[in-house]
């Protein structure tokens, strides 16, 4: 007799009677009812490349198109770099920044105000108020929770006053007791971080009442808050002192920013040119990026062949773009608007060209000659092919009316549409095993009845015989 067997999570009894292996039979027709399904399953699959390869050349257009809409600016070659005759000079430039120079010489660099309290082993027998006068006369007065040190530092630090306070050793007393004193630091530099403090209110600094702790006995003030100066034209009718709380001086030039870190004697000559280097990487990247598209096209759009070393059979693959037309028609609306002329002026007349390939190559010596004799007719070149190109780009790929964002999101729901077919099938396929086993169930349970019956008359007929 056969054995039962659990099937799919039902109790189903094999062959009880019969002699079948009703789960085998079961499975061999289910395998059958499920190749729908498994149809709907390889063609998510295949869909979920395809949105997937969309996406990415979607991704690689976007790129294109923020290249162009940077290179289509009227000033896009106006790049500038600029350079210091003294190492402890540097300079930034930024967008505004124009070709020139200025000379000037340092007289100062910026610092924040330190002092040192006097020794101490304790700030006083308890709580009193503190007083923080700024460089502007403002004051802020702080209590601490006792007249400990470490509270004392504390209260000054969290007073928003922009001093900070940090309790350092300051050996031992005659009589063996360690003694500390505070770091009082202002937290910006320059003349307008100063500050003094004092014990007591501000009523009793404003009264003259109160001490200054910077003055005490052993106190000093380290170092003074100052501003960093420069001074330009110096030693003539026009000379003028530029100061900074910090060592850099915004706008120094309009789009130049000046960091000074030392003194200097002599003056110091900063100059502003074009960078030629900078403004070729901006036509250079827009060919990069127009051939990454064209790459990654032909790539995914290519068809290959490989033959099976022990059948000798030869399987062809087509690339999973190959046929879409959004990723076409763009791919080749971007390629020959970059190679269009440009007021009659073709873009390799500044190194731009296209290949029988269908790619592009920048020649860098051509551009550089381009920009040195005609800065202007370059730009303008530059400037009009980047214009129609990012339009062409971003009509691909805008992020809601791009023709290559459209057809991601009707693949998408092609996607979602065929996830629900399969989950439908799920359930049909759940019903079909169910009613195939209650079948089955209800074929062995009526053969059990017959050989029951059977086995009676069968039975009965032997004793009424041997009657």
Do not use: C
């Not at 600094?205 to 200054?212: E, S, Y």
Request: charged share 10%; glycine share 6%.
């Amino acid at each position: 007799m056969s054995t039962s067997s659990v099937s799919s999570g039902s109790f189903a009894i094999d062959g009880l009677v019969s002699g079948l292996d009703t789960t085998s039979l079961i499975n061999s027709l289910m395998s059958i009812e499920t190749v729908p399904q498994t149809l709907l399953k390889n063609k998510v699959t295949a869909t979920t490349a395809f949105v997937s390869s969309l996406q990415t050349i979607n991704s690689l257009v976007q790129t294109l198109a923020t290249k162009a809409t940077d290179a289509a600016k009227p000033a896009s070659l106006d790049v500038f770099s600029a350079t210091s005759s003294a190492p402890g000079v540097t300079v930034a430039t930024s967008a505004t920044a124009a070709p020139g120079s200025i000379s000037f010489s340092v007289g100062s660099t910026a610092s924040a105000q330190v002092g040192v309290t006097a020794a101490m082993s304790t700030w006083s027998v308890d709580a009193q108020p503190l007083t923080i006068t700024k460089a502007d006369g403002t004051t802020t007065t702080v209590t601490p929770k006792s007249g400990s040190l470490d509270d004392v530092a504390a209260a000054i630090t969290k007073s928003g006053a922009g001093v900070t306070a940090t309790k350092v050793q300051a050996g031992t007393a005659a009589d063996g007791t360690r003694l500390w004193r505070l770091q009082l630091s202002s937290t910006a530099s320059g003349s307008a971080g100063a500050f003094t403090i004092h014990r007591g209110t501000a009523d009793e600094v404003a009264a003259g009442t109160a001490t200054n702790v910077l003055t005490e006995a052993g106190a000093a003030v380290v170092k003074q808050a100052s501003d960093a100066s420069v001074t330009l034209w110096a030693g003539t009718a026009a000379a003028q002192t530029v100061t900074s709380a910090s060592n850099t001086f915004r706008d120094l030039v309009p789009g130049v920013d000046v960091t000074v870190s030392q003194a200097t004697t002599d003056p110091v000559t900063v100059s502003v040119a074009q960078d030629t280097t900078k403004a070729q990487s901006v036509a250079s990247g827009l060919v990069d990026a127009i051939n990454a598209v064209a790459s990654y096209y032909a790539s995914n759009t290519k068809v290959t062949s490989t033959t099976s070393p022990s059948t000798g059979a030869t399987t062809t693959t087509a690339g999973v773009l190959l046929g879409d037309a959004s990723s076409r028609d763009a791919v080749q609306r971007l390629t020959s608007t970059m190679s269009a002329p440009v007021n009659g002026k073709s873009p390799s007349s500044i190194g731009i060209s296209i290949t029988r390939s269908g790619d592009f190559t920048f020649d860098a010596d051509v551009f550089q000659k381009a920009l040195a004799a005609d800065p202007q007719g370059t730009q303008a070149i530059l400037s009009g092919m980047a214009t129609a190109v990012g339009a062409a780009a971003t009509s691909a790929s805008d992020k809601y009316t791009g023709s290559i964002t459209t057809a991601i999101t009707g693949q998408q729901a092609v996607v979602k549409d065929l996830n629900d077919q399969i989950d439908r099938w799920t359930d049909r396929l759940a019903a079909r095993k169910s009613t195939l086993q209650t079948q089955y169930a209800a074929l062995e349970t009526s053969l059990s009845k017959l050989q029951s019956q059977s086995s009676f008359i069968a039975s009965h007929l032997a004793s009424t015989s041997s009657s």
